[in-house]
C-alpha cells in the first residue's frame, strides 16, 4: 500500500537535528560521567554541549551519496592510470620517491587518525561532537584506502613501497611521525581533538597536502592529484571541524584558555617537526618544484596562520612558542633535513642524491642568504666524492632527540653553524632535545616521554633484530640485521639513486635505453 | 608537573642503562663539521680507555672528512653538556666521570669544515 506523505520532505537542518539531538538520549541508571568518563579529567570545563554548531550538517545519507560519488570518479581515473602505464609518464624517476616518503610516512597517520577520531566520537558528551568526529573517523580510514589503491599502481614496479606498514613500527625516521600520533592518542579527547583537528588539520595541512597534492600536479602523477582532489572536499570539512572544537571550548570557559594554549604550543611544535619530512621533499625530493618550502611557510605558515592567530586573541589566545623559531628555520630545515638522509641513506627506504646544477640554481636563487653559503658547499662535496666512486654515507647512529625522535640535526636559532643542544635530568638519567620546545614539552610530562621508543637507542638494546639472530656469531653485521629486521631489500630500496634500478627501469620502459648509454 | 591521567601514571623508563647489557649510552658531537648532520651516538662498556674512541672509534666513524686526520688530539677542545670539559685520555670512559647519555663535544682548532663552512 502507498502511503501518502502527510508532510513535505524535512529540509536539512531539520533532518540533521533528529540524526543527532533527536537520536541522542538522557541516561537514567547510570550517570553521565560514567558513560563519558574521559572527558572531565584534562581540565577542560564544558556547560552546554547544546552550543555545540557542527558548520557542516552533514546527514549520513548524503555523506554516503557524496563519498560514493567520489569514489567512482576516484578509481575510473586510478584504473585508466594504471591501464595507460600513467607510472612512465611522471618528470623522473626521482619523482617517485616522494611518493615514497608519502606512503611510509603520511598514509599510516590516516589510518591512525581514523582510529582515533573513532574513539573521541565515542567518548565526547555532546551527539554533535560524536557525529562530527565519527563521519571525519570514516573519511579518514576512506583517505587511507584510497592513497594505498593508487600507490599500489607504483609498488608493481618501484621499489620502497612494499612493506610499509611493516616499516611504520620499526623505521628510524618513521618514529618520528608515529610517535607524533601516538603522543596525540595516548593523550585524552580534547587535547586529541586540539593536537589533530585543530594544529595539525587546521595550522598545518596546508603545509603538507599542498606540497604533495601539487608536488603530484607538477610532475605528472595524476592517480596522486586525483586522491588528493577526493579529499580535499573532506579536509575543508576536517578544518572547519577544527576551528569550531577551538572556538566551543574557548567559550565554554575561561578556565580553558591556558590548557588549550599549552596544547597548541606543544602541537604546532609537534606537527612543525613532523613537516621537516615535507620541507625536504619540496625542496630536494620533488624534480619540477612547486615552491620552495621557505615560501611555503610564509604564505601558509606566516600569512594565513597568523590571520588565524589574530582572530583568536580575542580568547586571550597568542601565537604558539615556536613560531618565530619555525620562521628563522625556514632558510635552513631543508637542506639541512636532506644532509641527514644523504647521510643515512643506506638505511633509508627511498632514493637520495645530490642536487642537480639546476636544482642547485633553483636553490640559489630560493635561498639567497643560505644555500650558497653554508649549503652549496657540503653538497657539492658529497658530489665529487661519489664521482670518485666514494659515495659518502654515515655508518654509525645518530643521537635523536627524545621528544620528536629526529636527530639532532637542528642548528641554534642564533648560530646555524652549531647544532642546538638542551637536556633535562629526570629522575637520575638525562634526556636530550633539539629545542628549546622539545625540551618543555618533555619537562612538562617527563612520565610520558621517558617511555620514547628511541629507534637507535632500541637498536642498541638489541630489540630490532629477527627473532633467532646471534649477536654473538662471529663476523655478525649488527646494522645489516637492523636492515634485515625492518624488511628492507639492501641495494634496490636504499642507497643512492644513481645506479639504483629505479632509475634503471624507468629509462629502459620510457624507451630510452640504459642509463649512460 | 605530573601527567593529566585516568589513574596512576608511573612506567619505567625505556633507556636505563640496565636495559644496554653492560654498556652506557655516550653521545659524541664534532663542532663545525656538520657533514656529520648529527651527533653520534655509542654503547660503550663503562671501563674501555678514553684514548680506545680516540685511536679505534671514531676513525672509522669521522675518518671520511678530510679535516679528520689534521686533528692534533693534544689540542683538542672538550665540551661535556656544553660546558669545558677536560678528559684524561688514559683513564677510562667512567673514571672521566661520564655517565649514561653524557653528552661530549669536541672541538679542533684551525679545523672548519668543507671550504670553512663548518661543513
Known sequence: ?517 | MAVTAIGTYAFEPKDKVENFHGAQLLYIGWEDHLMYCAPLAFPFPGAMPFKAILEQVLPSCYGAHPDFAKIEWSTVEWFRSGKPWHPDYGKSITENGLRHKDVIRFRSPGLSGIKDTCS
Open chain 1, 1 to 517: 500500500m502507498d502511503m501518502e506523505a502527510s508532510k513535505k520532505k524535512l529540509g536539512l537542518k531539520e533532518r540533521y537535528n533528529h540524526l543527532t539531538r533527536g537520536l541522542d538520549w538522557e541516561t537514567t541508571y547510570q550517570p553521565k560521567e560514567k558513560v563519558f568518563p574521559y572527558t572531565r579529567y584534562e581540565g577542560i570545563k564544558i556547560h552546554d554541549w547544546d552550543k555545540w554548531e557542527d558548520p557542516f550538517r552533514l546527514t549520513m545519507d548524503a555523506y554516503w551519496k557524496y563519498q560514493g560519488e567520489k569514489e567512482k570518479k576516484l578509481y575510473a581515473i586510478i584504473d585508466a592510470f594504471a591501464q595507460n602505464n600513467g607510472h612512465l609518464g611522471v618528470s623522473d624517476a626521482r619523482y617517485i620517491n616522494a611518493l615514497k616518503l608519502f606512503i611510509q610516512g603520511v598514509s599510516p597517520l590516516e589510518y591512525m587518525a581514523h582510529r582515533g577520531f573513532a574513539h573521541v566520537g565515542r567518548q565526547f558528551d555532546g551527539v554533535s561532537a560524536r557525529i562530527a568526529c565519527q563521519m571525519q573517523s570514516v573519511d579518514e580510514l576512506r583517505h587511507a584506502q584510497t592513497q594505498m589503491h593508487t600507490v599500489s599502481n607504483y609498488n608493481k614496479y618501484y621499489n620502497g613501497m612494499h612493506s610499509w606498514r611493516h616499516w611504520h613500527d620499526r623505521v628510524w625516521y618513521l618514529s618520528v611521525p608515529k610517535s607524533f600520533f601516538d603522543d596525540a592518542m595516548s593523550g585524552g579527547p580534547f587535547e586529541f581533538v586540539v593536537a589533530i583537528s585543530f594544529a595539525f588539520e587546521y595550522v598545518l595541512t596546508n603545509l603538507l597536502f599542498v606540497p604533495f597534492m601539487s608536488g603530484a600536479a607538477y610532475n605528472g602523477d595524476m592517480g596522486t592529484v586525483t586522491f588528493g582532489f577526493s579529499a580535499q572536499s573532506d579536509e575543508s570539512r576536517h578544518m572547519t571541524l577544527g576551528l569550531e572544537i577551538i572556538k566551543f571550548i574557548l567559550e565554554q570557559d575561561p578556565a580553558n584558555v591556558p590548557i588549550v594554549q599549552r596544547w597548541m604550543d606543544k602541537w604546532f611544535w609537534r606537527g612543525y617537526k613532523v613537516l621537516t619530512l615535507v620541507s625536504m621533499m619540496m625542496d630536494y625530493m620533488l624534480p619540477k618544484k612547486v615552491m620552495s618550502w621557505k615560501e611555503a611557510w610564509e604564505i601558509y605558515g606566516e600569512q594565513n596562520g597568523g590571520a588565524l592567530f589574530n582572530d583568536l586573541a580575542r580568547y586571550g589566545i597568542r601565537k604558539p612558542k615556536g613560531w618565530e623559531q619555525a620562521s628563522i628555520e625556514k632558510e635552513h630545515l631543508s637542506h639541512q633535513a636532506w644532509a641527514v638522509f644523504y647521510n643515512y641513506g643506506a638505511a633509508a627506504l627511498f632514493h637520495t642524491w645530490t642536487p642537480t646544477e639546476e636544482d642547485k640554481d633553483w636553490l640559489s636563487a630560493k635561498y639567497p642568504d643560505t644555500f650558497d653559503r653554508m649549503y652549496r658547499p657540503r653538497f657539492e662535496y658529497w658530489e665529487q666524492q661519489a664521482k670518485e666512486g666514494k659515495r659518502f654515507y654515515n655508518g654509525t647512529l645518530p643521537m635523536l632527540c627524545t621528544t620528536c625522535q629526529i636527530p639532532m640535526f637542528f642548528t641554534e636559532p642564533t648560530d646555524p653553524t652549531k647544532i642546538c643542544y638542551r637536556e633535562s635530568d629526570y629522575q637520575g638519567d638525562k634526556y636530550h632535545f633539539c629545542s628549546d620546545h622539545c625540551k618543555d614539552i618533555f619537562d612538562y610530562e617527563p612520565e610520558k616521554y621517558v617511555q620514547s621508543w628511541l629507534p637507535v637507542h632500541q637498536i642498541y638494546q638489541g630489540n630490532c633484530f629477527n627473532p633467532g639472530v646471534d649477536p654473538t656469531a662471529p663476523g655478525f653485521d649488527p646494522l645489516r640485521a637492523v636492515l634485515d629486521f625492518y624488511h628492507l631489500n639492501f641495494g634496490r630500496d636504499n642507497l643512492d639513486f644513481e645506479g639504483s634500478e629505479d632509475q634503471k627501469n624507468f629509462a629502459q620502459w620510457n624507451g630510452h635505453g640504459a642509463v649512460g648509454a
